[in-house]
């Protein structure tokens, strides 16, 4: 067992008696003690290069220019000289926070600088170190029972290249033990028609966010934005289930909504195939995050991958956002007690490289099918290998639970203290969000957090999500909720 999995079997009973190591202290040295705002916010120099670059692009999605030579820790800085916590950390994409000690002397390295810059087409120019790189990084902390991983540029593109990976299996079971392909096969792909584009689908769920590149689109159901104009399959879509909170006190409302959710996603599989447009894969979040921060329970989980065995279709985890740790485990779905592996999961985002890992059934037979230049970057790797270091040896898994404890109950004291103003708690370690009543409400409560030197993100209708980095500490979390009490007094 390697050590990665070693740290992961103990997490449970090192979470109650954790202790800061040393090299976490050293970490967090260069941190600053607390937010500062100087300027308005946005101030005069975000202004100014905002009127600058949408001179040349659509840049009304940007919020802050950043100085990143001074931003450190769970610290933001913008070009303003306003210090920020950050607890969104560029759409939860940040394990280490900023300008992390081991990560900066990454490339001090010459070979290390070397894979940098000659960027290989890994697909068919790999280095020597290559399948060492995957063995030794990736597979061990790959989850329990997945022994494949193909790497990718980024979200996006694993979750596409992940369903042609379920297309191409399904159609390799439809064909039986024949290998080759029919000329039929072969010309009629040429023209966008069947058999060789046969009308399989993947089905996704109401809120779910895959991607916005065009093949993920057909599964992003989060906001009207990403989608318009695009034209898109006609693959299905089932209810994911909407809870009502406190979880505790709406268990048997909840139960019903699973059930409701999953008899729907049944239903869909079998009409499907009995119309001759077979669902090949159901693709889920452990956590909705774009949509909303929806939340489904253990057993939502199980059953969910019980349907799809019962019905030959793949079932995939879309863990872009949930991997690498924020919800205290490497993998949310490792909190649902499946009775075994998903059939593939897809990673980006704190994992640094893109990237999918599946059963081995999930491999196509042929190359080049499922392919493209670089298919990711041997620099990523290079970071990964010790983000996954300093995982390991400052026990950050347990932190983000200690932390994400702090945080929960923290923000349910305030939703008791605020009911008129936020509500419905939720989430898993510091992956966590709350809801405002209204839109305009939530945007006002999140606008006024920046502005007290506290970054946050927005979802679906109504919710703030919490997205720190993993060296976030209830130190952070306390500066966190500070702010969000003097904001919600505000109101």
Request: hydrophobic fraction near 35%; charged fraction near 20%.
């Amino acid at each position: 067992m390697s050590m990665f999995r070693l740290a992961k079997a103990a997490e449970n009973v090192l979470l109650p008696s954790i202790k800061y190591s040393r090299s976490l202290s050293v970490t967090l040295q260069k941190e600053p003690e607390q937010p500062c705002i100087k300027t308005s916010v946005p101030g005069p120099k975000t202004q100014q290069l905002l009127k600058e670059l949408n001179a040349m692009q659509q840049a009304s999605s940007v919020q802050l220019f950043a100085d990143y030579d001074k931003s450190y820790g769970n610290y933001f800085v913008d070009v303003d000289g306003n210090v920020f916590l950050d607890a969104f950390t560029q759409i939860s994409s940040v394990p280490l926070g900023y300008n992390h000690p081991e990560l900066l002397k990454a490339f001090d390295d010459e070979h290390n600088l070397k894979a940098l810059v000659n960027r290989p087409a890994l697909g068919v120019f790999p280095g020597a170190d290559w399948p060492d790189k995957l063995r030794s990084i990736l597979l061990p902390v790959a989850p329990m029972g997945m022994t494949h991983v193909s790497t990718m540029m980024c979200g996006s593109c694993s979750n596409e290249n992940a369903y042609k990976a379920v297309f191409m299996w399904y159609r390799t079971k439809q064909r039986g033990e024949k290998l080759d392909f029919t000329p039929e096969e072969m010309s009629s792909c040429m023209v966008n028609k069947a058999p060789g584009s046969p009308d399989l689908a993947i089905l996704s769920f109401e809120g779910s966010f895959h991607g916005r590149t065009f093949g993920a689109l057909s599964t992003t159901r989060s906001k009207p934005i990403h989608k318009l104009d695009c034209p898109a399959f006609d693959w299905p879509v089932a209810p994911f289930p909407r809870y009502k909170y406190p979880l505790n006190e709406n268990a048997c409302e909840n139960h019903l909504e699973d059930k409701r959710c999953l008899e729907k996603v049944a239903d869909i599989i079998q009409r499907r195939r009995d119309g001759g447009r077979p669902v090949a894969g159901v693709l889920v979040e452990p956590i909705q995050s774009e949509g909303g921060d929806h939340e489904a329970s253990p057993e939502f989980f199980q059953c969910l991958q019980q349907i799809c065995k019962q019905s030959g279709v793949a079932f995939i985890v879309d863990e872009v956002q949930t991997g690498c740790g924020p919800t205290g485990k490497m993998w949310c779905h490792e909190h649902f007690q499946l009775t075994s592996p998903p059939d593939i999961v897809t990673f980006s985002k704190k994992m640094l490289t893109g990237g999918y890992f599946s059963l081995p059934e999930f491999r196509p037979a042929q190359g080049y099918r499922v392919f493209n230049t670089w298919m990711g970057d041997p620099g990523k790797l290079i970071l990964l290998e010790r983000v996954l270091k300093v995982i390991m040896q400052e026990n950050l898994l347990a932190t983000v639970g200690c932390t994400g404890l702090k945080l929960k109950e923290g923000l349910h004291q305030l939703e008791n203290e605020f009911p008129n103003h936020i509500n419905s708690v939720r989430g898993r370690g510091t992956f966590l969000a709350y809801n405002a009543p209204t839109t305009e409400l939530r945007d006002k409560i999140n606008n006024n957090l920046k502005k007290k030197g506290v970054l946050g993100g927005i979802c679906g209708e109504n919710a703030i999500r919490l997205r720190p980095a993993l060296i976030f500490q209830p130190k952070h979390a306390e500066i966190y909720l500070d702010a969000l009490r003097k904001t919600l007094k505000d109101l």
